[in-house]
């Protein structure tokens, strides 16, 4: 059975008795405690604890599901996955365990023909927690389970909850028995991997509080309804219903596999190394794929992180397949789309967004490749110059840091020049680096304060009426004070505090526009406000520092906000719209945006794109924009219902999550947007719009920045008095500046061309000198040079290639040439074919000299180079080698 089928099954036994289907929500989790939703009842957390009610009261959903923990473990085994689907019921408030027992049964017990899984029965067990005689009468008395198929088991393993504090409760656990052939006997305490857990039934009754590990959480008190919870494994479903082995050689996981192994010219199960690259590559493509088409983006933080480290596991491990420097992610994504496309046909109308953003991945890990090798390398040379056994924390942390390479890598790599890496030093400057991260974004959120204490305080201010729109000024009541992260009842002059009030007209900074500033008064207190964040949905947080006289919880205050601040960065953000739908005209639908900073004067818009937006390109946008402002159209904001608003065609953002009721922004009928931020009254308010330039922020993202208003101006008045000067100083018209400029340019190249060419005809001038002046050695012709100080590298081969190639095929010769073209010595070695045939080999006679020279180096038979510390050791590492070459011969 196909996991679409098992799916669809699932959800329409669900569906036929009375359970809403709930679409699978995003990965990325709307819930602050989680980065990445982790299990089926996520989405519903809100309904079991009773802060929302539930809008049906019984669901049952497909949900898309991430486990992070162990991605090092994933491939290793087959048993872990990332990505996974999770088939669940949930009950809020309605059935219990007498009702989602049987269902459960039935559905798994049912014969295929009639819509069910066909399970035998006599091959299912039930675990239940130690004390649940209910759940255990249930699944005797009324489903028929025999009590010796019915096991009891610990808070370990039958009690659920999601790991932070939330709803939990007792469960309930079905396995299959596999077979003898498995295992062992005695039910799923004895044997796990005999008997499969395939479906646990969790009954949600209680809240838990933070901490206690999995078996000591304490618990704070029963939710305000008994409910259920239940999650089924679709992948692990779908192996047993294939009567495949294991989560990987499933239907739509097997299709990337399989497309892995025939990129890559390898086949499954023939090699344990290669099986698991295999694994890793399927997995992570899946989970790869399904992240993009949630709208996170390949960073160095939180998701994006996530996302980053799996895709470049996978090209890493196409690697070790043998794939070089071909490219096959955007293939293996095709595949990918096409095997999960049917369980979300958005994978295929978003493909060319998920192609862009995998495909620039794979572009800037395999430059990071080549760069990083080349550190890696010198690093390597160090430690080994220095007679060191282990490459130092620092060096690997810095490959990591500064060029993306994975520490699996560097320990690999290493591992493969005999060295090992100081990895608890490595672990030490990650953890330090997180930590500041953490640090600085918990601070920037929530001004240190403990997101209970602001949930707290969301809990008694209601939602905080947002006034901004229409106000720039308003009288609103403090209704809670924080100093240091802790609630207090007054703030004294000089005080840094965090003021929430029960209406604002200020703008909590959020969905790419700056935050308000300006001022709190009451009688004789003054606030001024720096910094205003909106840690959680509703609830808006005022930073600023007591100026005079003392703030209380509970006064009327009247909230003032900076007007031209305001201005300037409205001015921005409409801009930032006219500019959105200026690129999606110019380079089509697929240029979306990914992110923008609206500042005041100025604003910074990313979206996709496969490549560097041509200068014609940002031209043509910058003059369409500035018509639009010519023409004043009027800007205009309204709610409407998000269907409405996508039948009118309005621009959302990717990945982002929208209510039932949406804002939307229009500008004439140039331009509209779902927003929810300040905008000018009508676009004639923004003066002009001067675009400076794009850039790459990797991943397929590109960087418009540009200035609005009198920044603009300002900003064109300097470029026009700059090209003043320059055409002062060059003495041609304006106009001619470009062809000046560039006559000087390929004058100059031309210049450094013949000076290039004349130092190497001096180096080579002696080459033929070289040659007649060998030394026989045993019938071989050898030469040793030192050739002047300053020569480069590159010339310093170029001999030694040169003076090879003046002796007779079959006459056998070794060249080497040393020289100091800076600081440092260099020796290259070169043998002929002939040469070679006496047993001489270039790598290792470069190794000879380098030891001399106090370093190393190697390389291939015919030609190598190397390189040391001590220049006043050439002398001796010429005889080095002389002496290294009569040995050979002899
Ligand atoms: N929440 C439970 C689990 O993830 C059942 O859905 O296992």
């Known amino acids: ?58 669901a049952a959903s497909a949900q898309k599901v991430m486990r992070t923990l162990d991605i090092d473990e994933v491939g290793k085994t087959t048993r872990h996955a990332s990505f996974f689907q999770m088939l669940g019921n949930f009950s809020f408030g309605d059935y219990f365990k007498d009702q989602a ?107 838990r509080g933070a901490g ?111 794939a070089g420097e071909e490219r ?16 979300y046909p958005e994978l295929k109308s978003d493909a060319a967004h998920i192609h862009t953003v995998i495909d ?25 110059r220095k007679g060191a056994p282990v490459l130092a924390g620092g060096q690997a942390f810095q490959l990591h840091d500064t060029y993306g390479f994975p520490i699996d890598l560097t320990l690999e790599m290493a591992a493969e020049q005999g060295l090992r890496v100081d990895e608890d030093g490595f672990r030490r ?35 905080v009426e947002f006034l901004g729109y229409d106000h720039t000024l308003a009288e609103a009541t403090v209704v809670g004070l924080l100093v240091d992260g802790a609630s207090v009842p007054a703030a004294g002059a000089g005080t840094t505090v965090e003021v929430v009030l029960d209406r604002t007209p200020f703008y909590a900074e959020g969905g790419g526009q700056l935050c308000d500033q300006g001022t709190i008064r009451a009688g004789g207190a003054l606030v001024e406000i720096v910094d205003v964040q909106s840690p959680f949905a509703g609830l808006v947080v005022h930073r600023g520092k007591v100026a005079q006289g003392e703030i209380r919880v509970g006064e009327a205050v009247q909230a003032e906000i900076d007007v031209e601040r305001r201005r300037a960065i409205s001015r921005s953000h409409t801009a930032t719209h006219l500019v959105h739908r200026g690129f999606r005209n110019a380079l089509g639908e697929s240029a979306a945006q990914a992110g923008s900073e609206n500042s005041p004067g100025r604003f910074r818009f990313d979206f996709t794109a496969s490549g560097a937006v041509p200068v014609s390109v940002l031209r043509d946008v910058e003059e369409e924009v500035n018509a639009v402002l010519v023409n004043d159209l009027k800007v205009h904001a309204y709610h409407t219902s998000l269907s409405e608003a996508r039948s009118m065609g309005a621009l959302a953002l990717f990945g982002e999550k929208y209510g039932d009721e949406v804002r939307i922004v229009e500008v004439g009928d140039y331009s509209r947007e779902l927003c929810g931020g300040t905008h000018v009254a009508s676009s004639g308010q923004l003066g002009v719009v001067k675009v400076l330039g794009e850039s790459s922020i990797g991943a397929g993202v590109r960087r418009v920045e540009a200035l609005v208003g009198v920044d603009a101006f300002r900003f064109l008045a300097r470029e026009s008095v700059l090209v003043a000067q320059l055409s002062e100083q060059l003495k041609v018209r304006r106009e001619e500046l470009p062809e000046r400029v560039e006559g000087i340019v390929s004058r100059l190249r031309a210049a450094e061309r013949e000076l290039e060419k004349l130092r190497s005809a001096r ?99 015919d030609v190598a180079q190397g390189g040391g510390v001590r220049a006043e050791a050439i002398g001796d590492a010429l005889g080095a080698v002389e002496h290294a070459v009569r040995e050979t011969l002899s």
């Open 763 to 861: 180096v080579l001038e002696v080459a033929g000198e070289l040659a007649s002046s060998a030394r026989d050695i045993d019938g071989v012709s050898v030469v040793t040079h030192r050739a002047p100080d300053g020569t480069s590298p590159d010339d310093l081969r170029k001999l030694a290639l040169d003076v090879r190639g003046r002796f007779p095929g079959d006459r056998a010769a070794m060249i080497l040439i040393a020289g100091v073209p800076a600081d440092r010595p260099v020796v290259v070695a070169a043998v002929n074919d002939a040469g070679r045939g006496r047993g001489l080999k270039a790598g290792r006679l470069v190794g000879v000299a380098a030891k001399a020279l106090g370093g190393g180096g190697g390389g291939k038979d």
């Open 360 to 384: 620039a991945e794979e572009t800037s890990f395999l430059g990071t490749l080549r760069t990083g090798t080349a550190i890696f390398d010198a690093a390597v040379e160090e430690t080994k």
């Open 212 to 322: 206690g590990g999995k078996e000591g959480f304490p618990i704070l008190g029963d939710l305000p309804a008994k409910s259920v919870d239940t999650g089924m494994g679709l992948e692990r479903m779908a192996a047993i219903l294939q009567g495949v082995d294991n989560i990987y050689e499933i239907d739509t996981t097997y299709k990337i596999l399989d497309k892995a192994a025939e990129l890559t010219r390898s086949r499954y199960g023939r090699d344990a190394r290669a099986d698991v690259s295999l694994r890793v590559v399927a997995d992570h493509l899946r989970a790869g794929v399904m992240l993009v088409g949630d709208g996170v983006l390949p960073s160095n933080e939180g998701r994006g992180y996530v996302l980053r480290r799996m895709l470049r596991r996978a090209i890493r491990n196409l690697r070790l397949l043998g």
């Open 101 to 207: 027992i049987p269902y459960a049964w039935e559905l798994l017990t049912k014969p295929e023909s009639e819509g069910g899984f066909g399970f035998p029965e006599d091959r299912l067990w039930a675990t239940v927690y130690l004390d649940d005689d209910e759940a255990f009468g249930i699944w005797h008395d009324k489903v028929g389970v025999p009590a010796e198929r019915i096991q009891r088991r610990g808070m370990a393993d039958n009690f659920w909850s999601m790991g932070v504090p939330g709803p939990c409760g007792p469960c309930t656990e079905i396995y299959y028995d596999r077979g003898p052939e498995y295992g062992a006997e005695g039910g799923p305490v004895a044997d796990e991997t005999r008997y499969l857990e395939v479906w646990n039934n969790v009954f949600m009754q209680f809240e």
């Open 328 to 343: 096959y992610m955007h293939e293996l994504a095709a595949t990918t789309i096409a095997a999960m496309g049917d369980q």
């Open 1 to 58: 059975m196909e996991s679409a089928e098992i799916a669809r099954r699932f959800l329409r036994f669900f569906e036929e008795r009375g359970h809403t289907i709930v679409p699978s929500a995003s990965l990325v989790a709307e819930d602050p405690t989680l980065l990445l939703v982790n299990a089926g009842m996520v989405p519903f957390k809100p309904y079991f604890l009773g802060q929302k009610k539930p809008p049906y009261p019984r």
């Open 429 to 463: 400057l990650m953890n330090e680096q997180r930590d500041r991260a953490k640090a600085d974004s918990a601070a920037k959120k929530t001004g240190n304060a403990d997101v209970s204490v602001l949930g707290a305080m969301l809990d008694r201010a209601g939602r």
